[in-house]
C-alpha cells in the first residue's frame, strides 16, 4: 500500500477526495434517481483519469531504474574496453594509412 502511494502526489490526493465527497453529496442532494447516472459518469472519468496519472508514474519510475541498470552495464563496458587498448593516440576510422 505504501509503495503505491508514493506515486500519487498532493494534488492527486485532493482530487481523489474532492471528487469522492462530490460524489457522496450528490447522491443526498439529487437522490438516487435518474442523476445519478450522470454523476456517475463523471465520477468515473475522474477515477480514469487518476488511474492513468498512476500507471504513467509507475511506468516512467519503472523506465528510470531500467536506464540506470544500462548506464551501469554501459560504464563496466568502457572500462573493459579501457583495459584492452594499447597506449599511445586512439586510432579513429577516417585515420586510415595511406
Do not use: W
Not at 462530490?22 to 447516472?37: C, M, P, R
Request: hydrophobic residues 50%; positive net charge; proline residues 3%.
Amino acid at each position: 500500500m505504501a509503495r503505491s502511494l508514493r506515486h500519487l502526489d498532493i494534488g492527486s490526493s485532493v482530487v481523489i477526495f474532492i471528487t469522492c465527497a462530490l460524489f457522496v453529496a450528490a447522491l443526498f442532494v439529487k437522490g438516487f434517481g435518474h442523476g445519478i447516472l450522470l454523476e456517475a459518469a463523471v465520477f468515473l472519468v475522474s477515477v480514469k483519469l487518476i488511474i492513468m496519472a498512476y500507471k504513467s508514474s509507475v511506468a516512467t519510475s519503472e523506465l528510470n531504474g531500467r536506464l540506470t541498470e544500462i548506464q551501469a552495464a554501459q560504464t563496466r563496458i568502457e572500462g573493459l574496453l579501457e583495459g584492452r587498448r594499447p597506449p599511445g593516440r586512439l586510432r579513429r576510422v577516417d585515420d586510415r594509412p595511406a
